[in-house]
C-alpha cells in the first residue's frame, strides 16, 4: 500500500527525489550495442516485411548513434542498468518495451513516419523493435510516443518495483506544478492498491486492478468537511477518468492553489458520488504531547518534519520534567520525512549503535546515533503505536528501537517503504524517478513491501475511533 498525503507536507518523505540527474550526451557509454552492424548503419530487422506500404525500410541500428526520436530510451536503458538498486534482468526490460507499444493507442488519423529505423539499446530488444515496426504498420503513431511507451514499459513491466516510473513531459510537469514549501492542498492521506495481489499491494498506475483509496481525511481539513471518508476510493479528477494516469500525477493534480476548487469522483461500497472540494493551506501540528496520568507521557509525530527535532526535544523534555517515567510514541498515519529528523528523534532514546543502514550497488553507508539524547535511561519504558499508513522514517525509527531492544511496538505491521528514489532528466522532456537506494534496519532487515511486524500485533478495524490503539496500549501498559 503507498500512502501519499495529498498536500505538499507528502514530499517530506525519505522516498522524495534527490537533485534532478540530466543525462544528455549523446553516445551513451556502457550500453550494449548490436554486434550486427556498424555504428550508425541501419540493418533490415529480421521478421519484420522488407517494404511497408509507405516503401519504407524496418531496420536497427545501435544505441551509439541512435535515430534521434529513440535517444531518450537508450538513455533511459543505460540509467535503469547502471543505477538501479537491484541486478536487472535484461530480457524482462526488452518484454515490456515491447508489451507497452503493442498496449499503446494511437490518436485516429496519424500516419506511418518516414523511417522505421530502430534503435537496439541490446540484442534482446531486437522484440522491441519488432513490436515498434508492426505497430507503425497497423495502427500508426509519432516514433516519440512509442519511444515514451516503451521507456514507460521497461519501468512498469521490466522492473517489480511499483515506486519507479516514467514521467512523459506533460505528467513531469504537473507533478513539479506545486511551489516548493507550500502545504496546499485537500488535507488527505491517500494509498494505491493493487486489488490483484492478496496484500493489497502498492501500484503506480491507475487501473481496474490499481485503485487510488482515501486512507483518512485530516482533522479541520477542506477533505473531512466535504465528507471524503477512509476507504473512498477516486476515479475521476475535475470530471476526467484517472484510468492510465501514474498515482504521483493524480496526487499532483489534486494539489493546488488554496482557494481554488478541485472536484473528485468517489465510489463508496459501488455508490459513485462526486464532492467539490475548495483547497486550503493546511496547518499540521508536527508535534502533540500530553499526559495520560502521573507517569505516562504521550507523544505524537505527525511527520517528520525538517524543524521536528526541536518540536520533539521541548515536548519530550516537558513529559519527563512532569514526572514520565513511561513515553507513549505515536507514529500511526507518518507518512515519513526529513533523515536528519529521523536520526534525531531515534538519537532520543538511544544511547548508541546505529539507527540504519543504506545498500546500493556497490556502496553500504552506516548512520550512527547522535550522543546526547535525554531519554537513554533504560529505566524510561518506551511504547511505540504503528498502523499501516506509518512509513518510510517512522520506520527508520520504529526498526532501530526494535534492533536495539529499546521499545516495544504496538499496533499493525507499517507500511514497508525502505527506498529511495532519484529523478532523472531525458532528453525528450520526461524523466525517469529510479529507485537508486535501499534502507534497512541496523542489524540489516529489510522491510520493504511487508513492513515491520510489531511485538504487539493489534489490528485496527476500519472506522475505529482515533484512540483506538492509545486505549489497547494503555490496557497492556497497565496490566
Same mark, same amino acid.
Given at each position: @500500500?503507498?500512502?501519499?498525503?495529498?498536500?505538499?507536507?507528502?514530499?517530506?518523505?525519505?522516498?522524495?527525489?534527490?537533485?534532478?540527474?540530466?543525462?544528455?550526451?549523446?553516445?551513451?557509454?556502457?550500453?550494449?550495442?548490436?554486434?550486427?552492424?556498424?555504428?550508425?548503419?541501419?540493418?533490415?530487422?529480421?521478421?519484420?516485411?522488407?517494404?511497408?506500404?509507405?516503401?519504407?525500410?524496418?531496420?536497427?541500428?545501435?544505441? %551509439?548513434?541512435?535515430?534521434?526520436?529513440?535517444?531518450?530510451?537508450?538513455?533511459?536503458?543505460?540509467?535503469?542498468?547502471?543505477?538501479?538498486?537491484?541486478?536487472?534482468?535484461?530480457?524482462?526490460?526488452?518484454?515490456?518495451?515491447?508489451?507497452?507499444?503493442?498496449?499503446?493507442?494511437?490518436?485516429?488519423?496519424?500516419?506511418?513516419?518516414?523511417?522505421?529505423?530502430?534503435?537496439?539499446?541490446?540484442?534482446?530488444?531486437?522484440? @522491441?523493435?519488432?513490436?515498434?515496426?508492426?505497430?507503425?504498420?497497423? %495502427?500508426?503513431?509519432?516514433?516519440? %510516443?512509442?519511444?515514451?511507451?516503451?521507456?514507460?514499459?521497461?519501468?512498469?513491466?521490466?522492473?517489480?518495483?511499483?515506486?519507479?516510473?516514467?514521467?512523459?513531459?506533460?505528467?513531469?510537469?504537473?507533478?513539479?506544478?506545486?511551489?516548493?514549501?507550500?502545504?496546499?492542498?485537500?488535507?488527505?492521506?491517500?494509498?494505491?492498491? %493493487?486489488?490483484?495481489?492478496?496484500?493489497?499491494?502498492?501500484?503506480?498506475?491507475?487501473?481496474?486492478?490499481?485503485?487510488?483509496?482515501?486512507?483518512?481525511?485530516?482533522?479541520? /481539513?477542506?477533505?473531512?468537511?466535504?465528507?471524503?471518508?477512509?476507504?473512498?476510493?477516486?476515479?475521476?479528477?475535475?470530471?476526467?477518468?484517472?484510468?492510465?494516469?501514474?498515482?504521483?500525477?493524480?496526487?499532483?493534480?489534486?494539489?493546488?492553489?488554496?482557494?481554488?476548487?478541485?472536484?473528485? /469522483?468517489?465510489?463508496?461500497?459501488?455508490?459513485?458520488?462526486? &464532492?467539490?472540494?475548495?483547497?486550503?493551506?493546511?496547518?499540521?501540528?508536527?508535534?502533540?504531547?500530553? @499526559?495520560?496520568?502521573?507517569?505516562?507521557?504521550?507523544?505524537?509525530?505527525?511527520?517528520?518534519?525538517?524543524?521536528?527535532?526541536?518540536?520533539?526535544?521541548?515536548?519530550?523534555?516537558?513529559?519527563?520534567?512532569?514526572?514520565?517515567?513511561?513515553?507513549?510514541?505515536?507514529?500511526?498515519?507518518?507518512?515519513?520525512?526529513?533523515?536528519?529528523?529521523?536520526?534525531?528523534?531515534?538519537?532520543? &532514546?538511544?544511547?548508541?549503535?546505529?539507527?540504519?543502514?543504506?545498500?546500493?550497488?556497490?556502496?553500504?553507508?552506516?548512520?550512527?546515533?547522535?550522543?546526547? /539524547?535525554?531519554?537513554?535511561?533504560?529505566?524510561?519504558?518506551?511504547?511505540?503505536?504503528?498502523?499501516?499508513?506509518?512509513?518510510?522514517?517512522?520506520?527508520?525509527?520504529?526498526?532501530?528501537?526494535?534492533?536495539?531492544?529499546?521499545?516495544?511496538?504496538?499496533?499493525?505491521?507499517? &507500511?514497508?517503504?525502505?527506498?529511495?528514489?532519484?529523478?532523472?532528466?531525458?532528453?525528450?522532456?520526461?524523466?525517469?524517478?529510479?529507485?537508486?537506494?535501499?534502507?534497512?534496519?541496523?542489524?540489516?532487515?529489510?522491510?520493504?513491501?511487508? /513492513?515491520?511486524?510489531?511485538?504487539?500485533?493489534?489490528?485496527?478495524?476500519?472506522?475505529?475511533?482515533?484512540? &483506538?490503539?492509545?486505549?489497547?496500549?494503555?490496557?497492556?501498559?497497565?496490566?
Amino acid at each position: @500500500m503507498k500512502y501519499r498525503a495529498l498536500l505538499a507536507a507528502a514530499i517530506l518523505t525519505l522516498a522524495a527525489c534527490t537533485a534532478p540527474a540530466s543525462v544528455t550526451a549523446s553516445t551513451v557509454p556502457g550500453v550494449t550495442t548490436t554486434p550486427t552492424s556498424s555504428p550508425g548503419t541501419p540493418t533490415s530487422l529480421p521478421g519484420t516485411p522488407t517494404s511497408s506500404p509507405a516503401a519504407v525500410t524496418p531496420g536497427t541500428t545501435s544505441c %551509439d548513434n541512435p535515430p534521434e526520436a529513440f535517444q531518450p530510451l537508450c538513455t533511459a536503458y543505460h540509467i535503469i542498468t547502471t543505477s538501479y538498486v537491484d541486478p536487472v534482468d535484461d530480457s524482462r526490460l526488452a518484454e515490456g518495451a515491447a508489451r507497452a507499444i503493442t498496449e499503446h493507442e494511437s490518436e485516429p488519423g496519424a500516419t506511418a513516419p518516414d523511417s522505421l529505423t530502430c534503435a537496439l539499446p541490446s540484442p534482446a530488444f531486437a522484440q @522491441m523493435c519488432n513490436a515498434f515496426v508492426e505497430e507503425e504498420l497497423t %495502427d500508426p503513431a509519432p516514433t516519440p %510516443d512509442l519511444v515514451a511507451a516503451a521507456i514507460s514499459g521497461m519501468l512498469q513491466y521490466g522492473l517489480d518495483d511499483p515506486y519507479s516510473v516514467y514521467f512523459s513531459p506533460d505528467a513531469l510537469a504537473r507533478f513539479q506544478e506545486e511551489t516548493s514549501g507550500q502545504i496546499e492542498g485537500i488535507g488527505a492521506l491517500v494509498r494505491s492498491e %493493487d486489488t490483484s495481489t492478496p496484500e493489497d499491494g502498492p501500484c503506480s498506475t491507475i487501473s481496474d486492478t490499481c485503485q487510488l483509496v482515501i486512507v483518512t481525511p485530516l482533522e479541520g /481539513g477542506p477533505a473531512e468537511g466535504v465528507g471524503l471518508r477512509s476507504g473512498d476510493i477516486m476515479t475521476t479528477v475535475d470530471g476526467e477518468s484517472i484510468d492510465g494516469w501514474l498515482v504521483d500525477e493524480v496526487i499532483a493534480e489534486v494539489r493546488g492553489p488554496a482557494g481554488t476548487d478541485v472536484t473528485l /469522483g468517489i465510489l463508496r461500497d459501488g455508490t459513485p458520488l462526486e &464532492f467539490t472540494i475548495t483547497r486550503a493551506a493546511i496547518d499540521i501540528p508536527i508535534v502533540s504531547s500530553r @499526559m495520560i496520568d502521573d507517569s505516562i507521557g504521550y507523544l505524537e509525530l505527525t511527520i517528520f518534519a525538517t524543524n521536528a527535532p526541536h518540536q520533539v526535544d521541548t515536548a519530550l523534555r516537558e513529559l519527563l520534567d512532569a514526572g514520565a517515567t513511561t513515553i507513549i510514541l505515536d507514529l500511526q498515519h507518518d507518512p515519513g520525512g526529513s533523515l536528519n529528523s529521523a536520526i534525531f528523534v531515534a538519537s532520543e &532514546f538511544l544511547s548508541d549503535g546505529l539507527v540504519l543502514r543504506t545498500e546500493a550497488p556497490g556502496d553500504t553507508e552506516e548512520y550512527p546515533v547522535t550522543p546526547g /539524547g535525554i531519554a537513554t535511561d533504560p529505566s524510561i519504558a518506551l511504547y511505540v503505536l504503528v498502523d499501516r499508513a506509518s512509513a518510510s522514517a517512522s520506520e527508520v525509527v520504529t526498526g532501530a528501537f526494535m534492533d536495539a531492544g529499546r521499545a516495544t511496538v504496538i499496533g499493525e505491521h507499517t &507500511f514497508g517503504k525502505n527506498t529511495v528514489q532519484q529523478q532523472f532528466n531525458l532528453g525528450n522532456g520526461g524523466a525517469l524517478k529510479l529507485t537508486v537506494a535501499r534502507w534497512v534496519t541496523p542489524k540489516g532487515h529489510d522491510y520493504g513491501k511487508v /513492513g515491520l511486524t510489531p511485538d504487539i500485533l493489534i489490528e485496527i478495524p476500519d472506522g475505529a475511533e482515533p484512540d &483506538f490503539l492509545l486505549n489497547k496500549a494503555l490496557e497492556i501498559i497497565r496490566g
